[in-house]
């Protein structure tokens, strides 16, 4: 887990379109001094988003990579106070 990067992009559930934190900040009217607080859950290399911490702003947001299919034995709820 750490917070954004430049760059920093999202394959997001369900459709799959590429969509940079920038931009989804942006569109939430997240202010910019609060962008840098957010949680981004990444992959163990980093290298790939799993999921962002947004329930203040309404929603949350998950990878296709990440998102619970009716496969998946286990499912790992973070929650943060």
């Known amino acids: 887990m750490r917070t954004?990067?430049?760059g920093d992009f999202i394959y997001a559930y369900p459709d799959n379109?590429?969509?940079?934190l920038r931009k989804i900040?942006?569109?939430l009217k997240i202010p910019a001094y609060e962008?840098?607080?957010?949680?981004?859950?990444?992959?163990?290399?980093?290298?790939?988003?799993?999921?962002?911490?947004?329930e203040p702003y309404?929603?949350?947001?998950?990878s296709n990579?990440?998102?619970v299919s009716?496969?998946?034995?286990?499912?790992?709820?973070i929650s943060f106070s």
Request: no cysteine.
């Open 4 to 6: 954004k990067k430049d």
């Open 17 to 20: 379109h590429k969509k940079y």
């Open 25 to 27: 900040f942006i569109d």
């Open 35 to 54: 962008r840098n607080t957010i949680p981004v859950i990444t992959s163990e290399d980093d290298n790939n988003i799993l999921a962002l911490y947004l």
């Open 58 to 62: 309404g929603l949350s947001r998950i």
């Open 65 to 67: 990579e990440a998102a």
């Open 70 to 77: 009716k496969e998946d034995e286990y499912i790992l709820k």
